[in-house]
């Protein structure tokens, strides 16, 4: 048992009188029973006088499945919902499972299992079977009457009532003594002789403390527990219900309850369930010792321990400081943590990854902790640590990645996230003389140079090819579950990410002010909800199809409490959707067990490629494709920026063709002269130079030989592009020529003022008046040419212009005069 609970116990209060009928429990207990709900208790069938909890079998949660049969309540798990005791009747009269209705009565109700009160009217004693429905006394009255039946004798003169027996003396048990002079129900004077036989120097005082109860249909036992165990029991079955919405069978509760009476424990969260226990009884064991864990917790309890339970703080999951040897970083951790929590966004009834993100930086504190440990002092004094300290701790990241130990991601990562810590440890303050890490170092952190660089993204290839995707919408009717055949399929035709499709609302189909479909969804990622998204009306049937389901299968659930996609656990209103977690795994069940997919060459395709993410990354691909600008598929794309949204698709070969050819109508050589050719032949000529490369130069395009062989770094003109022939260019460099025009200037005006140089130099480096009048006339024939065209045109021509931009290979600074060395791995790129 924790200090705390020590503490608790040992003094006396008066209160908890929902809970427990004697009220003189310790304090603990008291507070813990201040959790409960009085209405749950009530929900639960709880009676504080014989600590039985007895479930209404209607209880969404908490029921059970009751015989079919008109007269009978007892237990039916199977499938036909029929008891054994039924079953046996039907048996006997010749009849089958399917006639049911046609079972004669039995002459009196059947509660459930275990004894029923005596038939005789007031008797207060337990039946002596089910079949007679006699106590003791009353049934030997009847038998020593000759001919007498059951329902003569409850007229008879004899059949007087008796007042109850004491109860049996097993302190689990809720049932009458079988005598009045002996201690124990029927049932338990048997088991007591079975353990004599096993057991002849049995501790009867003992085997009466750890004796389960008689099971009854309904009933779950908590008698022989200690006051803190049952608050305990209770507030987490409470929780249970509450708060994870998850059905309890009696069957697994009072296994539980029997095997921590069997333990003799003082308190719930002392329990550890035993590995051969099946995953039923693990998790409900697991969920009520939580549960029972934090109903007193508070952040300002939690924050002093090692082992933080999350939700707590508001967020799921578990943290654990225990990886952390030195107490100086430990404690400065646990103060980081517990500043950085509430800064976190938190869902309700949804997990977030919160938890996730700080337990990433305790890990690479305690990686750091590690490292700290290979000195002599251990780590333990943060004055005596240094840079050598921190670069020891560097030199073992990069060890790690070498040995592939952790991924190039996790070294950096590592780095950002110690850097981060270290960095606000000292903002809160710790550092400070008297503070956790007094006397820490300035040289002790992580600059930004130390941070390793991320390798440069390359072209975005996650979308899935046209005929892959086509293949994978043949093969849906494979899916079984509505659910998830749905899901996959608002996947696949919104490119909505898989949370965002799991936590649609019912009512997420609308109509606009022109009678369209859109999708009404929440952005959980940027934290942007209600965001609205035209869809096609196949789309929008899918929607309807699904809502049509989930109100059949809950139809007394108000429509504003539903979910569009409601899990098959934990969910007995329809409230809770699947997770993305299930999603996920539905869906690669599903692409696996798929034939071979190929590609339109006949190839195989990698089938661990198609996952739910690339649906979305296909649906950008396809509007990319079909000509839907930037702007307007960010917007679709629910992303704050561009960049973010440039990043989910690329310009196929077919646009990068249409847009050349737009900005190639509007050519100019270095003269100002506009090109005009056969369209074909230039168009061709253009495509084939972008195939084998091209060589830009500031404000235009570059075709001599030896300078595209260096790549732009060779020019043997020493840059005299506005007189050259191998120069040209287009209205796309039009804002480049005004940046040169500007900077011919500014050097030209610097050079007159200066009075350094000697007339020669400043000959040589003076901006001829050619140059900047060639370079006007060209900026003046691209703007007459752009003014030409009419709206339509100039608007795609500047569409063209942003698509040419993104695909252009750019050159930074002047070109070399001077040549380079050959290339000797020419199909390596810079």
């Given at each position: 048992?924790?200090?705390?609970?020590?503490?608790?116990?040992?003094?006396?209060?008066?209160?908890?009188?929902?809970?427990?009928?004697?009220?003189?429990?310790?304090?603990?207990?008291?507070?813990?029973?201040?959790?409960?709900?009085?209405?749950?208790?009530?929900?639960?069938?709880?009676?504080?006088?014989?600590?039985v909890l007895s479930f209404a079998p209607e209880h969404p949660l908490l029921g059970r499945p009751v015989c079919r049969a008109a007269d009978c309540s007892a237990t039916a798990p199977a499938a036909s919902r029929i008891c054994a005791s039924c079953r046996r009747r039907l048996a006997e009269h010749g009849l089958g499972e399917h006639e049911i209705g046609a079972l004669p009565a039995r002459g009196h109700r059947r509660s459930g299992r275990g004894p029923d009160a005596c038939l005789v009217g007031g008797c207060a004693r337990d039946a002596m079977s089910a079949r007679s429905g006699l106590c003791s006394v009353h049934e030997e009255q009847r038998r020593a009457l000759p001919g007498v039946g059951v329902e003569q004798f409850l007229t008879h003169r004899q059949a007087k009532p008796l007042p109850p027996l004491a109860l049996c003396a097993v302190d689990a048990c809720t049932r009458q003594r079988r005598h009045p002079d002996g201690l124990y129900c029927g049932a338990h004077q048997q088991r007591l002789r079975t353990a004599r036989t096993r057991d002849p120097d049995l501790d009867e005082a003992g085997w009466r403390a750890i004796s389960p109860a008689i099971g009854r249909g309904g009933e779950v036992s908590l008698r022989g527990l200690p006051p803190l165990v049952v608050a305990e029991l209770l507030v987490g079955l409470q929780q249970r219900c509450r708060i994870n919405a998850v059905k309890t069978r009696e069957a697994t509760l009072r296994a539980l309850c029997n095997d921590v009476r069997h333990r003799q424990l003082g308190s719930l969260t002392d329990y550890l369930p035993d590995d051969d226990?099946?995953?039923?009884?693990?998790?409900?064991?697991?969920?009520?010792?939580?549960?029972?864990?934090?109903?007193?917790?508070?952040?300002e309890t939690e924050v002093a321990k090692?082992?933080?339970d999350l939700r707590v703080f508001g967020h799921s999951g578990t943290l654990s400081f225990t990886g952390i040897s030195q107490s100086w970083l430990r404690e400065s951790a646990k103060r980081w943590a517990a500043d950085d929590l509430p800064k976190r966004r938190v869902r309700s009834g949804r997990r977030t990854s919160a938890g996730l993100a700080v337990r990433h930086h305790i890990g690479a504190l305690a990686r750091l902790s590690e490292s700290l440990r290979m000195r002599e002092d251990r780590g333990d004094h943060p004055a005596a640590l240094g840079r050598a300290d921190m670069e020891a701790f560097l030199h073992r990241l990069a060890y790690r990645e070498s040995v592939g130990q952790i991924s190039g991601d996790a070294r950096i990562r590592a780095c950002r996230e110690v850097r981060a810590v270290l960095t606000r440890i000292r903002t809160m303050g710790l550092t400070r003389p008297g503070g956790l890490a007094a006397g820490l170092g300035e040289d002790f952190t992580i600059t930004v140079a130390d941070v390793p660089a991320e390798p440069e993204p390359g072209e975005p290839n996650r979308d899935l090819p046209p005929e892959i995707m086509a293949q994978l919408c043949a093969q849906l009717d494979r899916l079984t579950s509505p659910e998830m055949r749905t899901a996959i399929e608002l996947a696949i035709d919104t490119g909505r990410r898989p949370e965002e499709i799991c936590a649609l609302d019912f009512d997420c189909l609308t109509r606009d002010d022109l009678g369209m479909a859109v999708l009404i969804y929440d952005n959980h990622k940027a934290n942007r909800p209600d965001?609205?998204?035209?869809?096609?009306?196949?789309?929008?049937?899918?929607?309807?199809?699904?809502?049509?389901?989930?109100?059949?299968?809950?139809?007394?659930?108000?429509?504003?409490?539903?979910?569009?996609?409601?899990?098959?656990?934990?969910?007995?209103?329809?409230?809770?959707?699947?997770?993305?977690?299930?999603?996920?795994?539905?869906h690669r069940t599903w692409v696996d067990r798929m034939p071979v997919l190929r590609t339109a060459d006949g190839v195989e395709y990698d089938k661990s490629k198609v996952v739910l993410y690339a649906y979305r990354h296909s649906f950008a691909q396809r509007h990319a494709d079909a000509g839907v600008s930037v702007e307007v598929l960010r917007e679709l794309m629910s992303h704050r920026k561009l960049e973010t949204t440039s990043g989910y698709y690329r310009v196929g070969e077919t646009r990068r063709r249409e847009a050349v050819d737009r900005v190639t109508a509007m050519q100019f050589d270095r003269h100002g002269n506009r090109i005009w050719r056969q369209a074909q032949a230039l168009l061709d000529s253009e495509h084939a130079r972008r195939a084998v490369g091209e060589v830009a130069v500031p404000f235009g395009v570059c075709a001599e030989p030896s300078n595209v062989k260096a790549g732009g770094g060779a020019c043997p003109f020493r840059f005299r592009c506005a007189g050259c022939d191998h120069f040209r260019t287009d209205v796309s460099y039009l804002p480049d020529l005004h940046a040169y025009l500007d900077d011919l200037l500014r050097t030209r005006e610097r050079l007159l003022a200066t009075t350094e140089l000697d007339h020669w130099a400043r000959a040589e480096a003076m901006p001829s008046d050619e140059e900047i009048r060639r370079i006007r006339r060209l900026i003046a024939r691209i703007d007459a040419g752009f003014d030409e065209l009419t709206a339509e045109q100039r608007e795609q021509i500047e569409h063209a212009v942003t698509v040419v931009h993104r695909h252009r290979?750019?050159?930074?600074?002047?070109?070399?005069?001077?040549?380079?060395l050959p290339d000797l791995r020419p199909e390596r790129t810079t």
């Open positions: 048992m924790s200090a705390v609970g020590a503490a608790g116990a040992a003094a006396v209060s008066i209160g908890g009188a929902h809970v427990f009928a004697d009220t003189r429990i310790d304090r603990l207990a008291a507070a813990i029973a201040a959790v409960i709900d009085p209405a749950f208790l009530t929900e639960a069938g709880w009676d504080p006088a014989r600590r226990r099946d995953l039923e009884f693990a998790g409900l064991a697991h969920c009520l010792i939580g549960h029972a864990r934090r109903a007193l917790s508070t952040p090692d082992d933080w965001r609205r998204l035209p869809i096609g009306e196949q789309t929008a049937a899918v929607i309807v199809a699904q809502q049509k389901r989930v109100r059949a299968r809950y139809p007394d659930t108000p429509v504003g409490e539903l979910t569009l996609l409601p899990t098959d656990r934990r969910n007995p209103g329809g409230g809770r959707a699947i997770t993305a977690f299930s999603l996920a795994f539905a290979s750019t050159m930074l600074g002047m070109p070399r005069t001077h040549q380079t």
